[in-house]
């Protein structure tokens, strides 16, 4: 399997950002880390296996590109004030669309992406493939939160509201955005007893609301966790039964 390591220093987060490419062609898909996670989690906890996703990225179907988190500076910084992490999640958007994205693209044209994650990463998952519809194909959330109001403390301002999935897609009224986001293969999967359970149904009822047909599909159990979200990949996207 063809691995590369890249980093460089991001002009959006005016630091060094490191990630992963694994394949050579077909679909790409941008993987998000859990909370806090590094490029290299989804690779540690063996989600690239032949079994798992190991046979579409030997073929050329999928490309993965595996990014790097700066959870520990945004959502997950404590001691900053709600705004302050919420610009940071701006910033880390803004490596995305602009540094990752045309990276992804110089390395391979394939038109389709794929966002995807598990836990917080299928939050970072959500929220980038709803802010950019345009250049999305599909997104396969596992186990995720889709609001960010337990961060926020009760604050709202613009990076706040443009961060949180649910907030801006129930305030959407753009038609051209509305109707890109309707033709995004949107797969939201969690277990019935996950805590975070609710937060899938609440996802997709917003995105039904606004017209935005989506899989809600929900696993017996509580299913949050890596041997889950493995069998989920071989489901939904790995092409195994």
């Not at 490191?18 to 077909?26: D, I, T």
């Not at 602009?98 to 929220?127: D, K």
Request: proline content about 3%; aromatic content about 14%.
């Amino acid at each position: 399997m063809k691995r590369e390591y890249h980093r460089w220093h991001s002009p959006s987060l005016e630091r060094n950002m490191e990630l992963l490419v694994l394949g050579h062609a077909g679909a790409r898909v941008l993987v998000f880390p859990t909370s806090k996670g590094r490029y290299y989690e989804w690779e540690d906890r063996q989600m690239f296996r032949w079994d798992v996703l190991g046979e579409q990225i030997e073929r050329g179907w999928l490309q993965i590109f595996c990014v790097d988190s700066v959870d520990a500076e945004s959502w997950y910084a404590h001691d900053k004030w709600p705004g302050d992490r919420a610009w940071r999640q701006t910033q880390y958007d803004n490596y995305l669309r602009y540094e990752v994205l045309p990276f992804m693209h110089s390395l391979n044209r394939n038109p389709f992406l794929i966002t995807l994650g598990a836990s917080f990463g299928a939050y970072h998952a959500m929220n980038f493939g709803l802010r950019h519809p345009h250049l999305t194909g599909r997104i396969l959330g596992l186990s995720g939160i889709y609001s960010i109001d337990r961060w926020t403390s009760g604050h709202i301002d613009e990076h706040v509201h443009n961060n949180n999935p649910m907030a801006f897609v129930s305030a959407e009224h753009d038609h051209n955005r509305l109707e890109a986001m309707r033709h995004i293969d949107i797969i939201i999967v969690s277990g019935r007893d996950d805590t975070l359970h609710q937060n899938s149904q609440d996802m997709s009822r917003v995105l039904w609301q606004k017209g935005i047909g989506n899989a809600l599909r929900a696993w017996d159990g509580w299913a949050h966790d890596w041997p889950y979200w493995e069998q989920m990949i071989k489901l939904y996207i790995g092409g195994h039964d």
